[in-house]
């Protein structure tokens, strides 16, 4: 993790191996334009982090009228889907910059119609959340809905009526992702850390996906090691997926950073609410960096263990023991932390986050604590010795950016052993959930396909 245990030794930033460095090339620096207008009648071209607040502005304002919005990356621009056409809407559309969109579903069609698929068909493996690209609600269900349990939900879409919801069959499993590299250790399972936050009374904890809250109190930086932090509230399932961690000695000092490996950070400087077609960066350290966009928001996804309710849904892939992992912007954006999903990044899939500004809402902490590690920027042509703290090197191998040592802001101190970087040291940002998923979760009384935690292999 990244914090300093005063006066035992210096942070380590061992978040895992990259094993995608493609998505650090993306990593720019002043790549997102800024706002301009030339007028109030073009469109401005605004930064992905910055649209949920004029979307949310928007929506009300327009009221009844507003019917979603997304962000058009290739022209960095809002859209506003409308119902109806008043000129009245469509100029307080365009005075904010955005661009209007007449759809046929309004926001409480769709609203009605989620409900719906909520009574009628909540079955495991299944999910849905509103694409407003489409002006649609997305269903998809996984490889086990056959049978009986297909034709309810294919019956419980075409009930919707035309053009309300589309149904598509995964290839994959829904499940949350185990089995991985880097971790923090408990009651026999290994999850992840997600993002170093200050709890509601001032002490350092941090935030990991609630169904590693549930499945043990306490936590250690090291397998079988003494414990370093006990968990304080975990919400799965449910309304979300995340959990407030708080280390047991208060003059621990928290990064916010997530490591991308090699030595390598970015500094995270604010939570933001996700937008549909914004680019993301997930870290995990079985597949390392990878990047996407967001694809739905409110998403519901029925795991075996239980409905978990608004998530937000992406193409970025994910693999076991990716999560809990960090979703991130180029801009040193705080997004999500990985749930659950399909697939895998051969095929692809899709991929489901908790928010981040929802979990930190929910548990009354705010993010980092002002110690911040230097980087943020991201140089794809800059050497690993060059990069302490920030800068990624799409070059380096795997083993080169598994972080091997302890890293105080991103450089890698040569002196520290291997395996304390490689799971048994500190970890910030990124560490990932493990375990065996076909074994016996006899540590959290789960069976075998709850694709939760397991026992340590």
Known sequence: MSHKRIPKRKAALAAGSVAALGAAALLLPNANASQTNSDDATPKTFKATDVADVASQLASQLGDAFAGSYYDASKQQLIINVVGD???VVNQIEKAGAVANQVQNSTSTLQAAAKTLRTDATVPGTAWSVDPKTNEIR????????????DTVESTVKSLGSGVATLKKSAGTFKTFVDGGDAIFGGGARCSLGFNVTAGDGSPAFLTAGHCGVAAAQWSDTQDGAPIATVDQATFPGDGDFALVK????????NSVVNVG???TVTINQAADAAVGQQVFRMGSTTGLNDGNVTGLDATVNYPEGTVTGLIQTDVCAEPGDSGGSLFTQDGSAIGLTSGGSGDCTVGGETFFQPVTTALQAVGATLG????????????SASAGDQAGGAVDPSASA???AGAGDQAGGAVDPSAS??????AGDQAGGADETGDQTGDQSATG????????????
Request: aromatic fraction near 4%; charge should be negative; avoid cysteine.
């Open 399 to 401: 083993s080169d950016a």
């Open 418 to 423: 291997a395996s304390d970087a490689a799971g």
């Open 369 to 380: 604590a002002g110690d911040a590690g230097a980087g943020g920027a991201v140089d794809p």
């Open 446 to 457: 789960m069976d075998d396909g709850s694709g939760l935690v397991s026992s340590n292999p």
């Open 247 to 254: 280390y047991d000695d208060p003059n621990t000092q928290t």
């Open 139 to 150: 269903v998809t269900a996984d490889s086990t809905v056959t049978g009986t349990k297909w």
């Open 262 to 264: 090699n030595g390598q």
């Open 86 to 88: 008043n000129s009245n």
